[in-house]
């Protein structure tokens, strides 16, 4: 996806360009219609989506599982939710003998993994917001920070309708892109709790998809 530059009159206008942007941030949220679906649990740390005839598999780090119950696929793409293993396993004590303090809730997008994520930023900081709200509201939305690496895009986002602030990562694994997101249970985290759990799920969903 290439940005509109309006000096250049061999590039479309500034309303198609938004078009396209507005369709690759709804495909990378997972709002877009997919069709050929399909997805099951292949281990406790593992579940495999198939979206759009492409395999893709979630996997938790060590000490973290997948929430059967949570495990979903719909006309958006697949989500689930990873925690502590003990949350999810009996008898099993939590790993380093505390409970991680939050949720990480992973989607697999019908966003290719070729996605232009520096573009996808830079729409996501201006008209692209509203995906980001849980009210759909543009205003309610605030980036407060960003980091991009080897791991991917993360964007720390402030959402004054549900009252919250959350790190998202968007990353590539295997054919699609995938975001993650750190949910903090009772209280709220440092940025580099939530950013360590974040590349966790990254590099064992990576790994997962060699």
Known sequence: ????????????????????????????????????????????????????????????????????????????????????????????????????????????TGAPAGTDLAAFEAFLSADGRAALSASRSAEEIAVLARRADADGLFLKIADSAAGSETWRVFFPAGPRVLSATFVPLDAPVTDTVALEELRRVVRATRGANV
């Open 1 to 108: 996806m290439s940005a509109t530059r309006p000096d250049d009159a061999t590039r479309p206008g500034p309303r198609a360009g938004a078009s396209r942007a507005a369709t690759a941030t709804f495909a990378l949220l997972g709002l877009s219609l997919l069709g050929g679906c399909a997805e099951r649990i292949l281990a406790a740390d593992r579940a495999a989506f198939i979206v759009e005839g492409a395999q893709v598999v979630v996997a938790a780090p060590a000490g973290r599982c997948i929430d059967p119950k949570s495990v979903e696929l719909g006309s958006g793409g697949g989500f689930l939710l990873i925690g502590d293993c003990a949350l999810f396993l009996p008898d099993t004590p939590p790993a380093g003998g505390a409970l991680m303090p939050g949720l990480i809730r992973v989607g697999v």
